[in-house]
């Protein structure tokens, strides 16, 4: 862990919007495809969206279909995860990660970061 660095986490009311980011100064993210997972308290960790490499296909879990979008952009080594209508059900614990391929399956992962909290409450 450590070799990936998120922002962009906070406190949103209801119906607002948070945009997340994923960097790194360790390696060029555009070789991996980039994954946003999320853990709420006492839940485990789950997918929320992937995006490939060449940013060609994305893939999104039924939770978030219609509200997140994910992108990257290459030149600045930053991928996205652009997040409106949020809900309070939305509130956890925020990680990217790296892989080779599209997938939201923890165990596909091979490089993490360590979190951005969002909260979503009025």
């Known amino acids: 862990q450590g070799q990936l660095v998120e922002s962009g986490g906070g406190l949103v009311q209801p119906g607002g919007s948070l945009r997340l980011s994923c960097a790194s100064s360790k390696f060029t993210l555009h070789y991996y495809a980039i994954a946003w997972f999320r853990q709420a308290p006492g839940k485990e960790r789950e997918g929320v969206a992937c995006v490939s490499s060449s940013e060609d296909s994305a893939i999104y879990a039924d939770s978030v279909k219609d509200r997140f979008t994910i992108s990257r952009d290459n030149a600045n080594n930053t991928v996205y995860l652009q997040m409106n209508s949020l809900k309070p059900e939305d509130t956890a614990i925020y990680y990217c990660?790296?892989?080779?391929?599209?997938?939201?399956?923890?165990?596909?992962?091979?490089?993490w970061g360590q979190g951005t909290q969002v909260t979503v409450s009025s």
């Open positions: 990660a790296a892989n080779k391929g599209v997938s939201l399956r923890l165990e596909h992962m091979d490089y």
